[in-house]
C-alpha cells in the first residue's frame, strides 16, 4: 500500500494551493481517506484532523475550523483525493499528511488520527506573511 501525497510549496498568506494524495495498492470501496496535518514539534498521534471523504458513497465531512477554506474531493478513476486550499494563513503551515482508514463507520470516527490504518510521507505547507 503506497500514498504519495504532492502539491506542498511555500506560498504568500492569501495563496492557493491543492494537494493531491495518490492511493495505491489497495481497493479503497468502503475505506476513508483522509486529510491531517502536523505542526512542528508535534507527534503523529497529535496530527490535527481537516477533512475525509468515505469512497463508497463520497460522504464527506470537515473539522469545524477548516469549514469555509478547504475543500475535499476525489478523482475515483485516479484512485487520488486532492485538498484544495484557500486563504491560506500563516497558522496553516504544517506538513500534510493523508491516510486511509479501513473502517467504515460514522464521520465522526474519522476525525482520530489513530483510527488511519496507512500514510503516506507528507507533503510541506509553508504561508509566509
Known amino acids: 500500500v503506497q500514498l504519495q501525497a504532492s502539491g506542498g510549496g511555500l506560498v504568500q498568506a492569501g495563496a492557493s494551493l491543492r494537494l493531491s494524495c495518490a492511493v495505491s495498492?489497495?481497493?479503497?470501496?468502503?475505506?476513508?481517506v483522509g486529510w491531517f496535518r502536523q505542526a512542528p514539534g508535534k507527534e503523529r498521534e497529535e496530527r490535527e484532523f481537516?477533512?475525509?471523504?468515505?469512497?463508497?458513497?463520497?460522504?464527506?465531512n470537515y473539522a469545524d475550523s477548516m469549514k469555509g477554506r478547504f475543500t475535499i474531493s476525489r478523482d475515483n478513476a485516479k484512485k487520488t483525493v486532492y485538498l484544495q486550499m484557500n486563504s491560506l494563513k500563516v497558522e496553516d503551515t504544517a506538513v500534510y499528511h493523508c491516510?486511509?482508514?479501513?473502517?467504515?463507520?460514522?464521520?465522526?470516527?474519522?476525525?482520530?488520527?489513530?483510527?488511519?490504518?496507512?500514510w503516506g510521507q507528507g507533503t510541506q505547507v509553508t504561508v509566509s506573511s
Open positions: 491516510g486511509v482508514s479501513r473502517r467504515y463507520a460514522g464521520m465522526w470516527y474519522y476525525a482520530d488520527a489513530s483510527r488511519f490504518d496507512y
Open positions: 495498492g489497495l481497493t479503497l470501496n468502503n475505506y476513508a
Open positions: 481537516i477533512a475525509v471523504i468515505v469512497w463508497n458513497g463520497g460522504r464527506i
